[in-house]
């Protein structure tokens, strides 16, 4: 419960990162989500992340909307920036504070709900901009908050817990930041802690738009036969496209994997994104043949998970509006009001 707080006290062991952090210094409040959400293991996945990636939490910025989902931003980096927008928002205001100040790591945390229904404009339009973030959807499938509906996302046949059966065809959001251009497109399950962290740890350092639809059972409402968004259908059904691991410069990280090609990604900041291909065939460089991959196996019943595309030279928005370096909350009056002549030029130049 919210008033009962964490205790202060730390064992004095506690490992620390780079920076001098423990694993505890990047948690948040106690959840209040259902005890098994899927939802609180990718909290516990983000907290693994950022303190191996040895992020200061006051250089997180954590966004999100409205559900069971954007919740969740309450229980992990409690120390960094936040702010909770109205719902289906979060990524507009998310591209004004990143436009803002670039200095920040922006991490977008929604819901299928809030980002494939009333969101799905704004999740489309951030992905087709190239604003740089991660954003990470907590798929269920259902709106929990609201008793168990059938959202955007899930599945024409599934059926819900009171036995009715979805007739919509459902909105891929993969599919969506493929098509629309996002350069980091991963799928994850919340139940496999060892897959996700990497993935979101990837997201976090990559370049550009990078995206993760993180399928995530309700145990409420969303987790009984019959139900594609359920631990055992996406257990049973899971095809992994390959296994990754996040590599920073000048580390070697050794993998205990069976078989298979790896090929090592090198992304724009240095840092190296190394895969196991599971199919010899798959190119995650790929942008055509990853939809046509999502697609076939969609067509089968089967979750495909994994980094599913990269793009390795990716820009951002920032590139493409040539922003200034240093942020546009720092600059002074004398660079934001430069006074006539430099607006008389600009004026001459538009004409």
Known sequence: ????????????????????????????????????????????????ACWELDIEPHRVAKLSGIGCSSKT????????????????????????????????????????GDSASIGLGQFAHAMRRGVRMAYIVENNGVYGLTKGQFSATADQGSKSKKGVINSDSPVDLVGIALQLGATYVARGFSGNKQQLVP??????????????DVISPCVAFNNHPGST??????????????????????????????????????????TF??????????????????????QQHQSRGEVVTGLLYVDPLATDLHMALNTSARPLNALGLAQLCPGRPALDKLNASLR
Not at 199 to 212: E, N, R, S
């Open 229 to 270: 968004k359920s631990y055992d259908y996406v257990r049973e059904h899971n095809e992994s496209v390959s296994r990754i691991d996040f590599i920073a410069p000048g580390e070697e990280i050794t993998a205990d994997y069976g078989p298979g090609e790896v090929v090592d990604v090198r992304q724009h900041d240095g």
């Open 199 to 212: 993935l979101v740890k990837g997201a976090i350092q990559h370049g550009g738009a990078a995206f993760i």
């Open 73 to 112: 931003p309450d229980y992990f980096l409690g120390a960094s920036h936040g702010f909770n927008t109205v719902h289906g928002r979060m990524p507009s205001v998310l591209t004004g504070a990143n436009l803002a100040n670039r200095d920040l790591l922006y991490l977008g945390v929604s819901g299928d």
């Open 1 to 48: 419960m919210t008033y009962i707080a964490k205790p202060p006290l730390r064992h004095p062991t506690l490992e620390k990162n780079r920076v001098g952090y423990t694993r505890r210094d990047y948690e948040g409040k106690i959840s209040t989500l259902c005890a098994g959400c899927g939802h609180d293991s990718i909290s516990a996945a983000i907290i693994q």
């Open 273 to 294: 994104l190394r895969l196991r291909r599971l199919h010899a065939d798959y190119d995650a460089t790929n942008r055509e043949q990853a939809m046509a991959h999502v």
